[in-house]
């Protein structure tokens, strides 16, 4: 009998080694203001509606902004992130180490 393989804490990835733990980013682009402390954000590979705390005045519809978390969880080919306004599972190619 085998035993199922665990996958490791971390993979190498084309922008460097990413593993549980490591601080991240993400760049969304702003959809729209949603309310005076809230805006919709779209994330890469991340297919749900997702919102986030910026009371930002000036802030714009397609405007780029950075998403900062904590890697909870990586394997072949999606990281779970988590932070402030972040518990997403999203494809690798979607962060970067900060």
């Known amino acids: 009998m085998t035993k199922p393989v665990a996958a490791p804490d971390s993979w190498e990835m084309a922008k460097g ?25 779209l994330i890469p590979t991340y297919n749900q509606p997702h919102s986030i705390v910026d009371t930002t005045p000036n802030i714009s519809s397609g405007q ?4 900062i978390g904590e890697v909870t969880r990586v394997d072949e080919s999606t990281v779970t992130v988590s932070g402030r306004d972040l ?8 962060v970067r180490k900060r």
């Open 64 to 67: 780029k902004i950075e998403l």
């Open 17 to 41: 080694s990413i593993k549980v733990g490591d601080e991240v980013v993400i760049t969304a682009t702003v959809r729209k203001r949603v309310t005076e402390d809230r805006v919709s954000v």
């Open 87 to 94: 518990g997403i599972t999203v494809s690798r190619d979607a």
